[in-house]
Each structure stands twice: as C-alpha cells, then as structure tokens.
C-alpha cells in the first residue's frame, strides 16, 4: 500500500531566450500528493491569501487570523501559517457547503474553530487559559462551549483529519436540530448490536461516532491505535464497506438531502431585580457569551424565586444553556456581585458580557 506523502516546495523559476533573456522569479506554493500512479500539485491562489483576516488589535489579546468558513470562522495567532488556515477553511466549507439553513444555524450560533500553530501550548489559548493540558486524552480540554480546537501539524493529513472531526462534532452539538442529532444516535446504537468500531474511538458514543466517521467520509482516517486490526483504511471507499448503514447517514447529511431547521438567535433582555420566572413549560434554549477576561458565575431562578447555581463561564468563552421561556438569569462576577439580570424571551436567546 503506498501512503499519501505530503510536501511543500519554495520554487523559483528562471526563463532564458537564445534572441533576449527575461528573468523573473515565481514563487509557488505546492503540495505534491504521490498516488499509486500519479502525481496531482495544487497551487496557492494569491486571492485566496486575501480572504485571510489580519486583526489588528488581536481578538482577545492573541488572535491576529482569522477567516470565515461558509458559516464557521477559524482563528489562529500569528505562528499560525497561512497556507495551514487556508487548508483548514477550505475543508469546513466542504463540510457545511450543502445546507444554507446548517451554515446559518453555525453563524447564529458564533461557531469558531481555533487552531493552536506548531510550536504553540494549547493553554496559550485565551478560552482555555488556566486549563490543565498534561492529560491530553481529557475530552474537557476539546470542549470549551461554542469554540473548538484543532492543532496545526506538519502532515497535512493528520492535521485535516483531527480539524475535520473538531467541525463535525460543532455542527453535530449547534447546527443540527434535534431529530438530525436522533438519528446519529440511532445509527450509533445500530452499529453497537453488529459489533461495529469496537475498541476504537467512533464506538465511545453518538458524538465520537459522527466526528470519528466525518474524517473518513471526506478521505482520511479516523483515530485508530497502531496495533488495531479492525481499523477501516482511510477513505470513503473504506467506511461503506465496513459501515454502510454510518456511511448512508454521513451522505444524507453532508450532501444535504437532510436539512437542520434554521434557527435565529434573539438578544435576551435585561430586567430589574423585582422580575421573576414564570411557569412556563416551553422548553428553550439560552447562548452565553463572555468577551471578557474574567470567570463569569450563572444562575437561573425558579418559579418560587429560588436561585439556583448553573455553573461558570471561562474568559473569552460562549457555551448554550438548556432553560425555558420567560426564565429569568443572573450573571455574577467572580467576587460573586451580581452584574445583570435577564430574561429569555425566545426559543433561542443570547446574552453577551462585555465586563
């Protein structure tokens, strides 16, 4: 079997004419992939270089790149490369190219995928500041809210396959509706009773399930320890013959025959001390967002205006909440010194901290 090589030239080309000499230099950006029997160079498009933001200052003191990805925004900090943000921006618009109502729910949603550059530490991320980066197989470290991470490498393959299920699981958790997310579970089940993706990790659960196939429908591999032998080869070819009934759902999906209902997001209202929950049963569901440098602590209040305490949002952080219509919330800082009250109005409402 021979393996896809990845590589990456600085080239520079001069022209000689017997009757006169021109000289100039053409630098190009290739990536040469070595198939069994041919050989196929991308170049890079100088437009495409444009399409990179330059944020000047940086988005929470450290993101200076970013680009916006057919409904998802990728940043990175300066030691990010550009031809790396480019890669990675161009598979997310593969994944979510099919569905505009998918697109807008990630955009109303503030979906972002941070990439941490070669060389970087994973904790020099604002969102993840403070976080313990030692145990790379704790799950949590992957799941700050709203943004993603992914990693930066030198293979191009491994890189894509990591970034392409940190984008899938975001569209998995706030781009599919409900009855979408059934099904994944469904099928994940199915595969449980024929004893499918056992000890590897797209038969952990639903999610692992969904992000781990994406790599494989979009041809590359899913996570696999070297000693597996039950590991499908990389590509798409591979996961329909060792899971037809995953790969069915993965094409239903992805090339859009099935469409997540669109959501809008609304800006939940400030109210005044005196405000209460009301009994209302209708489910709803609340987007919290802290662009600011300190722990956020929430609360929720009853129908009987008890509070109860639902948790804490990090720095540079947004995270969805599971609530109801006409609740009503408290936003403290971390001397516990309550700075707003709110109320959720709508099937999906935001509050944003700027303090």
């Not at 041809?219 to 995953?246: F, W």
């Not at 639902?310 to 006409?326: D, M």
Request: with cysteine; net charge negative; charged share 20%.
């Amino acid at each position: 079997m021979i393996h896809t090589m990845p590589c990456k030239l600085s080239m520079q080309i001069l022209v000689k004419t017997t009757t006169w000499q021109l000289y100039f230099s053409l630098p190009i950006l290739v990536s040469i992939s070595i198939l069994s029997l041919g050989i196929s160079i991308h170049a890079q498009n100088p437009s495409e270089m444009d399409a990179i933001d330059r944020i000047n200052p940086p988005i929470f003191g450290f993101y200076v790149k970013a680009m916006h990805c057919g409904g998802i925004t990728v940043r990175g900090s300066a030691h990010l490369r550009d031809d790396s943000i480019l890669t990675i921006c161009n598979r997310a618009k593969q994944l979510l190219s099919k569905s505009d109502s998918l697109q807008q729910n990630m955009a109303q949603r503030g979906v972002e995928l941070h990439v941490v550059a070669i060389g970087e530490a994973m904790s020099l991320l604002p969102e993840l500041s403070g976080k313990d980066e030692s145990n790379s197989s704790n799950r949590s470290l992957f799941q700050p809210g709203l943004y993603r991470v992914c990693f930066e490498t030198e293979d191009e393959r491994t890189m894509l396959n990591q970034c392409t299920s940190q984008i899938a699981l975001s569209m998995m958790l706030y781009g599919f509706d409900s009855a979408m997310r059934r099904n994944i579970q469904a099928q994940f089940q199915s595969t449980r009773t024929q004893h499918l993706w056992n000890g590897l990790e797209a038969g952990v659960d639903a999610q692992e399930y969904w992000s781990q196939l994406s790599a494989w429908y979009f041809g590359g591999r899913g996570n696999c320890p070297d000693t597996s032998q039950i590991c499908p080869e990389s590509g798409v070819e591979a996961l329909k013959s060792y899971d037809r009934g995953g790969y069915l759902l993965l094409h239903q999906l992805y090339e859009g025959i099935e469409r997540p209902k669109a959501v809008t997001v609304m800006r939940a209202r400030s109210v005044s001390k005196l405000a209460i929950s009301s009994m209302n049963p209708v489910p709803a569901e609340l987007q919290v967002v802290n662009n600011s440098g300190h722990l956020l602590y929430l609360s929720k209040m009853d129908p009987y205006g008890h509070i109860i305490q639902a948790g804490e949002l990090g720095p540079f952080n947004r995270t969805v909440l599971s609530t109801s219509l006409f609740q009503v919330w408290i936003v403290s800082n971390q001397k516990k010194i309550e700075l707003d009250r709110f109320i959720v109005e709508d099937s999906l409402s935001e509050y944003i901290s700027e303090n």
